[in-house]
């Protein structure tokens, strides 16, 4: 549902960086059938990863051109939305913070203030 949504809003990512972990791949596998096929990093140093480790991986691995898909885990991924945008949001399960910035790359990116534009939560995509 998340992954139809963000189709759906034309969120689809050029690249997906992901944890290794084995329920981030199945995560990835389940959205990769509605958002394409990318090929996708999985990253051991994203599995349960601060949020300033994840911003040391998205330096080292997010194309400057693209817009990234970061799979991971809390209490990390959290913090990070934090810590860009300044907002506070629980994450929770298939959660997708939708994060813009108006920067033209991502060391100068990562280093500003992002806007936190939605998050889209299956359990309020659910019919009634």
Known sequence: ??????????????????????????????????????????????????????VEELEMHADDESTVLLLGHNPGLEQLVFDLSGQSERLTTCNAALLTSTASDWKTALRGRWTLEQVVRPKALRAP
Request: proline share 6%.
């Open 1 to 54: 549902m998340v992954a139809q949504t963000l189709l759906e809003m034309g969120w689809v990512p050029q690249q997906v960086l992901s944890s290794n972990a084995e329920r981030t791949r199945q995560t990835w596998a389940k959205m990769a059938d509605v958002l394409g096929h990318l090929p996708a990093d999985f990253i051991p140093g994203l599995y349960l990863s601060s949020a300033q480790h994840a």
